[in-house]
């Protein structure tokens, strides 16, 4: 007990110690106000897309819109349910192109179920990926050269859709001229990590991608999401296809900025009411998932990552740990004068995160209480980073759907393989 008590003293009378890290967390606490608001007036002012009334889309000469699914072991998911609810569709005129990209489950029998009791269905069987390639990539190309559509949906196979969905879609792209349309889905999150994790992405998502900046024509940032994103097919076919982001990981994204370079047109807009998606259902899915994407949302950038992970645990893991800290300090024989000037601080910071956090949750219908375990989604947040960009960098590659993804012998990140 002698130890830890002069141990927890010494923390508060090293020289300079409390102060640097009191002004610190200041700073901390400056940004969480600012977050705050970013937050509230973010969630304000998003625009939620509601089911068209539009009836003109349901006849039979509407634009023929094909929809692409790439589906590799999803037996054990909600196959049938999405691909039911496509096809459910009251859109007039469009087609379901699925790829079975090698799946090693039920999935083939499944499809095969669901193609013989709708003809608007059509099951392509998945070529080994070639040299240079990933695998989803490549099984959307093989989709997009058996489709017939003069628009394209890109989609997953564990999306589900409103009726309206479609027909909501191509009528919105219609009235506002743009080439390529994300609708960003309601994403369920029903386990315990899900909800730490969920409402952390989002509100990621809410920050580093304000639409009215994404949908600016001459601003060069861009979004596209993989379960939802209708592209006109002459835009599409005029920058390569998907063999424009063969070897991308996030080919969704990096497909947008290729379009939006070339002078196509592309939004994104929220519409939880007509798309819902439940991405994992347990930690081992929520890690393999984003170990697979992190690294290369930093664009394979060391420095990128490193300032990332060291802000990150600056802004919202350390207060809770300064504040813990001081209360342990306490308890181990600091008075309460020698800790206030850091504790003060470090519990206004974690307010601030956890009330910005119980905004977000509500807006993703996750219980608010979960907001005061954000600390805990931003540390995981770090340890993902850390894992994607270590599995990357040393050539163990990233696992997803049994397949090894930038292993040391295998296809290279974009970037590295230019040299950067």
């Given at each position: 007990?002698?130890?830890?008590?002069?141990?927890?003293?010494?923390?508060?009378?090293?020289?300079?110690?409390?102060?640097?890290?009191?002004?610190?967390?200041?700073?901390?606490?400056?940004?969480?106000?600012?977050?705050?608001?970013?937050?509230?007036?973010?969630?304000?002012?998003?625009?939620?897309?509601?089911?068209?009334?539009?009836?003109?889309?349901?006849?039979?000469?509407?634009?023929?819109?094909?929809?692409?699914?790439?589906?590799?072991?999803?037996?054990?998911?909600?196959?049938?349910?999405?691909l039911?609810?496509?096809?459910?569709?009251?859109?007039?005129?469009?087609?379901?192109?699925?790829?079975?990209?090698?799946?090693?489950?039920?999935?083939?029998?499944?499809?095969?179920?669901?193609?013989?009791?709708?003809?608007?269905?059509t099951?392509?069987?998945?070529?080994?990926?070639?040299?240079g390639?990933?695998?989803?990539?490549y099984?959307?190309?093989?989709?997009?050269?058996?489709?017939?559509?003069?628009?394209?949906l890109?989609?997953?196979?564990?999306?589900?859709?409103?009726?309206?969905?479609?027909?909501?879609?191509?009528?919105?792209?219609?009235?506002?001229?743009?080439?390529?349309?994300?609708?960003?889905?309601?994403?369920?999150?029903?386990?315990?990590?899900?909800?730490?994790?969920?409402?952390?992405?989002?509100?990621?998502?809410?920050v580093?991608?304000?639409?009215?900046?994404?949908?600016?024509?001459r601003?060069p940032?861009?979004?596209?999401?993989?379960?939802?994103?209708?592209?006109?097919?002459?835009?599409?076919?005029?920058?390569?296809?998907?063999?424009?982001?063969?070897?991308?990981?996030?080919?969704?994204?990096?497909?947008?900025?290729t379009?939006?370079?070339?002078?196509?047109?592309?939004?994104?807009?929220?519409?939880?009411?007509?798309?819902?998606?439940?991405?994992?259902?347990?930690?081992?899915?929520?890690?393999?998932?984003?170990?697979?994407?992190?690294?290369?949302?930093?664009?394979?950038?060391?420095a990128?990552?490193?300032?990332?992970?060291?802000?990150?645990?600056?802004?919202?893991?350390?207060?809770?740990?300064?504040?813990?800290?001081?209360?342990?300090?306490?308890l181990?024989?600091?008075?309460a004068?020698?800790?206030?000037?850091?504790?003060?601080?470090?519990?206004?910071?974690?307010?601030?995160?956890?009330?910005?956090?119980?905004?977000?949750?509500?807006?993703?219908?996750?219980?608010?209480?979960?907001?005061?375990?954000?600390?805990?989604?931003?540390?995981?947040?770090?340890?993902?980073?850390?894992?994607?960009?270590?599995?990357?960098?040393?050539?163990?590659?990233?696992?997803?759907?049994?397949?090894?993804?930038?292993?040391?012998?295998?296809?290279?990140?974009?970037?590295?393989?230019?040299?950067?």
């Amino acid at each position: 007990m002698a130890y830890w008590q002069t141990a927890a003293a010494s923390l508060f009378v090293a020289p300079h110690w409390p102060d640097v890290t009191a002004k610190l967390l200041w700073f901390v606490v400056a940004i969480w106000a600012a977050g705050f608001l970013v937050t509230v007036v973010a969630l304000l002012r998003q625009r939620l897309i509601a089911p068209t009334t539009d009836e003109r889309l349901k006849r039979v000469d509407a634009p023929l819109v094909s929809v692409l699914v790439p589906a590799r072991d999803e037996a054990g998911r909600v196959l049938r349910e999405s691909l039911r609810s496509l096809l459910a569709q009251d859109y007039g005129n469009f087609e379901v192109c699925v790829v079975d990209d090698r799946s090693t489950d039920a999935t083939p029998r499944i499809l095969r179920t669901l193609a013989a009791e709708d003809a608007r269905l059509t099951v392509v069987t998945g070529a080994e990926t070639p040299a240079g390639w990933l695998g989803k990539p490549y099984a959307m190309q093989q989709a997009l050269e058996r489709a017939r559509g003069e628009w394209v949906l890109a989609t997953d196979a564990d999306m589900i859709f409103h009726t309206a969905a479609l027909r909501t879609a191509v009528a919105y792209a219609d009235a506002s001229g743009c080439d390529a349309l994300s609708f960003i889905p309601h994403f369920e999150a029903l386990s315990f990590w899900e909800r730490l994790f969920i409402p952390v992405w989002y509100w990621s998502l809410l920050v580093i991608y304000p639409l009215d900046i994404v949908n600016h024509p001459r601003t060069p940032l861009a979004l596209g999401l993989g379960g939802f994103f209708l592209m006109r097919r002459a835009a599409l076919e005029q920058v390569g296809g998907y063999e424009s982001v063969r070897a991308e990981v996030l080919e969704d994204v990096r497909l947008a900025e290729t379009l939006k370079r070339a002078a196509f047109r592309t939004r994104a807009e929220y519409a939880p009411r007509l798309v819902s998606t439940r991405m994992y259902t347990n930690l081992s899915e929520l890690w393999e998932s984003a170990t697979k994407n992190w690294f290369a949302g930093f664009r394979f950038s060391h420095a990128l990552t490193l300032f990332g992970l060291a802000w990150t645990f600056t802004v919202a893991v350390l207060p809770p740990l300064a504040a813990l800290a001081c209360l342990f300090a306490v308890l181990f024989g600091s008075s309460a004068a020698q800790v206030i000037s850091i504790f003060t601080p470090a519990a206004v910071a974690s307010v601030l995160q956890v009330a910005s956090m119980a905004v977000v949750n509500r807006r993703c219908g996750v219980p608010v209480a979960y907001a005061t375990a954000a600390p805990l989604g931003f540390a995981l947040s770090c340890a993902v980073m850390f894992d994607s960009a270590f599995r990357v960098t040393t050539g163990r590659g990233v696992l997803w759907k049994g397949r090894r993804i930038y292993e040391r012998e295998g296809v290279r990140p974009p970037r590295a393989r230019a040299g950067n």
